[in-house]
């Protein structure tokens, strides 16, 4: 079943409640019952929400907003932003004022990614899902969040071992496959996506090697499968990534020795604090050196960075990245592209001709 | 038109002051600190480390029309376009060793804020990162409507923890008593901020918005320094004789102005231009950051909290709400007949939210707003006859509708 229309009969008989970005702690709306979900980009292009706001709004935010003026998101009892981006942070403002669902919370995030704090995280995140709480008549209980905590690090776990398994070469699966899958990992309920999850290595399992160019993407966010598909297309396979729904969802468990809700919210602060970066923190060494990692343990031949039009804080990321991967001598492109793809025979161009690049060097 | 004021030759020598000083204390190897606008310069004073704001250094570059050369350099280096042209013009400066200024010398330290938004830090990390500088960032969580509770204890501690950062680099102490006396002085002047932009209230307005946005300069550097005192009373008392003596810039006026975001500084006559229609810029939103809205008088008492507040409910660390609110106060104390919005693709948090401002202003207060697009630094794209135009429509329906 496609993403709306499963999330449309789930919210049937559970609250289903939005977030945007990898920041919002997923823990605490399962301990508190509610169906979380980050939200997808789809094919919409921008109409009603040029009225509301510019067109330098980062399109994949702005696509958000359009889905919720267009009524697709009606399924939602509610979203949750975190301080994010500034274009986000645009989108919340009228997301809000608009009333586009029936409650909107705002998590003040910590910026900085410092151990001092997440002590203050923690106590922002337990005013903000006792606000939650409030809007759907539950509570917030020491065992549900004990177990709530327990079952998103399986869930990471399980990420884990794919991308291990990707990595060796031991899943013979094309890159919108894999990415099909791990996508779905951020709205699927955790039973439905742990069988698929064993279905697919079941199904993919061998250790079959494929001639395809290794290659890592990197990137804010992409969750547009047709951006993995075109990448195979064109011969390459992707690996292994540096993106917010990829390695940057998954990596790093929270402590699970939490005995009390404020034990556990501050475990909770502390994982979301300091796993790898995205470049709307501070300070994003560690993404950088998680890149390399994910470079270097899957013997991939090539980055792809992909920029969003108008991210500009991964605009100034770049220079940094770039320089890493010039000092490394990994080859790698940049591109530019939008949540739907519009601009993709050009893509398609420019990617071939990276392709070729790698392929001169290897063989 | 451009009636200018006797108080720009002493913010002339201010300027220039305070760039001698920057050049001396720099070469003579005393600490200087690299801050964003956000970040209270008087503990710098309390502690003798120079402070130096690289955002004025940009607006610096847009008015001198350089920001277009100098991104090439930055852009060169990898840094995207969409980067704020601030960010644009100083990190290409560094790199490229020229600017308005010559070759500027590098800090001892840096320190910034999360209190605008997401570009100041990537901004302050790219320049510490490219020529190693010790960077502290303050955390400021984005509030409602201001800071307080456990958020205000969190501004607090991150207030201290970067002193304690700045003691550590430089050597040099946090002084308490001067950092009361400098706070004393700092809270002088900006009642005298608040006066003068209280005078602009008076109809006809004293002042357009060229004058103001150029006047911000001590507000944003110089807080707690004994001649920004001076120049503000100045300036306040030369407001009070334009009034005194019925001399405005547009005497007749027709139509009233409130400017949102920040200036487009490649083109601040801009606002005299429109005088000859009638038309005046009373107020704007950007000068209440540093106004008692925004900024307000700190309590010496409590002094590192109370700057806590102000850094944790910074003008652009706050949610529509305030805006709203803001722009409902100033329409009303200063008679606004329609309020132009500078979307400025540079400034993201300040322009994202116009449209739905805008809807809001236009539906509870019946006041029209015009959304002009540029950016305020970079003037490539900037069509200047073709604002002008849009301007003068939108002056003219305002004449029309006020029949």
Known sequence: MEYFSYLQNISKTKNVVGYFDTYMPEEFLIALAIHPVRLMSDELEPSVSNAYIQGFCCPYAKNLLEQAFQRKLDFLSGVIFTRYCDSLRGVYEVWKTEKLSPFVEYIRYAQVTREESAGYLAKEFLRVFDNVGKYLNKQLLTDNLKRAISQVNEKRKMLMNLYSMRKKGSLSCSSEEFYKLVFSSTYLDNNDFVADYKKFVLKHSDNKSQSKIKVVVSAAEIDTLEFFKLLDEIGFSVVSDDISSGTRFFKDLVCETGEDINEMAINIAKRYILKPPCSVKEPTERRIEELMYEINSSNAKGVVFLRTHFCDSEGVEYAFIKERLEKEGVPHIYVETDHRLSNKQQLKTRLEAFAEQIEGIIF | ?403
């Open chain 2, 1 to 403: 038109m451009g009636k200018r004021l006797k108080a720009t030759e002493s913010l002339k020598r201010l300027i220039k002051n305070y760039y001698d000083e920057f050049f001396e204390v720099s070469r003579a190897g005393k600490p200087v600190a690299w801050l964003n606008v956000g970040v209270p310069c008087e503990i710098f004073y309390a502690m003798d480390v120079f402070p130096f704001y690289p955002e004025n250094y940009g607006a610096m570059c847009g008015a001198q029309r350089v920001t277009p050369e100098l991104s090439k350099v930055s852009e060169y280096k990898g840094f995207t376009q969409d980067l704020c042209s601030y960010a644009r013009a100083n990190i290409g400066a560094l790199l490229a060793k020229k600017g308005p200024m010559g070759e500027l010398p590098l800090p001892t330290l840096q320190v910034e804020t999360t209190n605008s938004c997401v570009m100041i830090m990537t901004w302050w990390r790219s320049v510490g990162k490219l020529f190693n500088i010790p960077t502290y960032t303050i955390d400021a969580p984005q509030v409602k409507y201001d800071s307080d509770g456990f958020h205000l204890d969190y501004m607090e501690e991150e207030l201290k923890r970067m002193i304690s950062f700045v003691e550590a680099k430089t050597g040099n102490k946090f002084d308490y008593d001067k950092f009361i006396e400098i706070t004393k002085i700092a809270n002088e002047g900006k009642r005298i901020w608040a006066e003068i932009l209280g005078l602009r209230a008076h109809v006809p307005c004293p002042m357009n918005a060229g004058d103001i946005f150029t006047h911000m300069f001590p507000m944003v550097a110089l807080r707690g320094k004994k001649e920004y005192l001076s120049h503000l009373e100045f300036l306040r008392d030369e407001l009070k004789e334009r009034i005194e003596n019925k001399d405005f810039p547009v005497p007749d006026e027709k139509v009233r102005l409130l400017w949102d975001n920040l200036p487009i500084w490649y083109d601040l006559r801009l606002f005299d231009e429109l005088e000859q229609y009638g038309a005046i810029f009373v107020i704007d939103t950007y000068t209440q950051a540093w106004g008692p809205r925004f900024m307000g008088i700190v309590d010496e008492t409590n002094p590192i909290k109370s700057y806590g507040y102000y850094v944790g409910s910074g003008f652009l660390n706050v949610q529509i709400e305030r805006r709203y609110d803001l722009l409902r106060e100033l329409v009303k104390q200063y008679k606004v007949d329609g309020i132009v919005m500078h979307s400025d693709r540079s400034c993201k948090p300040y322009s994202l939210v116009q449209p739905e401002l805008a809807r809001q202003v236009r539906e509870e207060l019946g006041v029209p707003s015009l959304l002009l697009e540029a950016d305020h630094n970079d003037q490539l794209g900037y069509d200047r006859e073709k604002v002008i135009a849009r301007l003068k429509e939108f002056i003219e329906m305002i004449k029309t509708n006020k029949l």
